[in-house]
T-cell receptor, first 113, second 116 residues
Framework: QKEVEQNSGPLSVPEGAIASLNCTYS??????FFWYRQYSGKSPELIMF????GDKEDGRFTAQLNKASQYVSLLIRDSQPSDSATYLC?????????????FGAGTRLAVHP | GAVVSQHPSRVICKSGTSVKIECRSL??????MFWYRQFPKQSLMLMAT?????????EQGVEKDKFLINHASLTLSTLTVTSAHPEDSSFYIC????????????FGPGTRLTVL
């Protein structure tokens, strides 16, 4: 079982719709959860992070964490073509040390006009 | 704030040569720096973690004698790919973090290495 799993996609949504990206992780003791966006040929850029169960909102983005289900998601409201990218879920494992991040394989999002 | 630079952004070299990649935190002191490798259409794979002044911790399967990491100061880490071969061609990305409680990593722009 992979430590962090994501559906590779592509997830195709129309402009203006809500895009829902999901991620599951295997280490129950994981402490911090991050969502990064990566455009082709570029390095990842942080969208948001979440530590506690529940929802965290930042502009058009909402991260949702459910530690009991070992599940974290990212909702993108009013999706725009510029949101088309690969979204990487990353988790800090309990025993990682040094703020280590374990990345999922990423979900490719395509927002079409 | 929290800007990380990498140099060079792109390098092409002949098989058997060594290549050095620099990673700098420009406006903060990075207690820890990380080196990742990303092959096309794959996710980031952590290669090693380095702390200033100490030896790097390599992930399983990463050859420490091939990928030399030096973290000489709180703002600079280098990765040297020794005796590079075509299979080492990849996108190398560094990141940096502080010990300020957040686990956030700040990523450099990456270095595209092509070994002929």
């Amino acid at each position: 079982q992979k430590e962090v799993e994501q559906n590779s996609g592509p997830l195709s949504v129309p402009e203006g719709a809500i895009a829902s990206l999901n991620c599951t992780y295997s280490d129950r003791g994981s402490q911090s959860f991050f969502w990064y966006r990566q455009y082709s040929g570029k390095s990842p850029e942080l969208i948001m992070f979440i530590y506690s169960n529940g929802d965290k909102e930042d502009g058009r983005f909402t991260a949702q964490l459910n530690k009991a289900s070992q599940y974290v998601s990212l909702l993108i409201r009013d999706s725009q073509p510029s949101d088309s990218a690969t979204y990487l879920c990353a988790v800090t494992p309990f025993s990682g040390g040094y703020n280590k991040l374990i990345f999922g394989a990423g979900t490719r999002l395509a927002v079409h006009p | 704030g929290a800007v990380v630079s990498q140099h060079p952004s792109r390098v092409i070299c002949k098989s058997g040569t060594s290549v050095k990649i620099e990673c700098r935190s420009l406006d903060f002191q990075a207690t820890t720096m990380f080196w990742y490798r990303q092959f096309p259409k794959q996710s980031l794979m952590l290669m090693a973690t380095s702390n200033e002044g100490s030896k790097a911790t390599y992930e399983q399967g990463v050859e420490k004698d091939k990928f030399l990491i030096n973290h000489a100061s709180l703002t600079l880490s280098t990765l040297t790919v020794t005796s590079a071969h075509p299979e080492d061609s990849s996108f190398y990305i560094c990141s940096a973090s502080t010990d300020r409680g957040s686990n956030e990593q700040f990523f450099g722009p990456g270095t595209r290495l092509t070994v002929l």
